[in-house]
């Protein structure tokens, strides 16, 4: 062998090492600024059976949704393709996995209090990132960066062309809402209705004047789902356009700038 090919074949070598070296160290990069509710986004703003979003850089090798193949039971898996997380040593329910982007259930049966969240792609670890877990975290999903997703009572969505009005009952979907009575088990898609234990201490606000409490008929779980819940309230008799909509529960608060789409009436 003359000393052009073994010199080749030394180079080549060497950069087959210096590959897999690489695949060796792309470890899951994540960190507690970008572990969010996947509902209004905001870190570390989460909950037992909250869904939330972990954004960062080699949490996969590939994207995956979870689809009916994957629901064994009536429970979400916890491995999606490459991709599984732990919460408090426990593996976590699965929505979504991808490269970026990692969508998931906190495991009901934790407890309010610090936990770690830890990304495993195939047996390669990320880091265990530090979280604190509050008893709720109620917010609300969002059809843009300013508008909630509620639906009339008929399942018609309310949007520009369909908004709410003075009197009438309306679905908000929301996540963050606690435990349950009677409780759902972790990852499960909920085979009924369920109310939020802290179901009592909700108060929704419309440009601040909160509705009155007989006008919330259900605040839990959204049957056939797992972390997604709504609240069913009827809308105040005088009703302004457009209202600002917070939510507090148990202490928090959801995040402001966010609106309902509504006439103004009577």
Known sequence: MGRAVRRRIVLLVAVCLLAAGQQVIQRPDYSAETIVNSADFRAGYLAPNTIATIYGKNLSWTAAAVSPGDIRGGYLPDKLGSAQVAVGNLRAPLLYVSPTQINFVIPYILLPGMVEVRVDRDGVAGPNVKMQLG????????????????????GELVDRAHPAAAGEIIVLYVT???????????????????????????????DGAEIPRENIFYAGVTPGFSGLYQINFRLPAMLPADPEIRLAMDGRESAPGRRLLTRAGP
């Not at 008893?135 to 008929?154: G, K, M, N």
């Open 135 to 154: 008893a709720s975290a109620p917010a609300a999903y969002q059809l843009d960066e300013s508008t909630v997703i509620a639906t009339h009572a008929d």
């Open 176 to 206: 963050g809402l606690g435990w349950t009575s009677p409780p759902v088990d972790t990852g499960q898609l909920a085979p009924r209705a369920a109310q939020s234990q802290f179901a009592p201490k909700l108060q929704i606000k419309l």
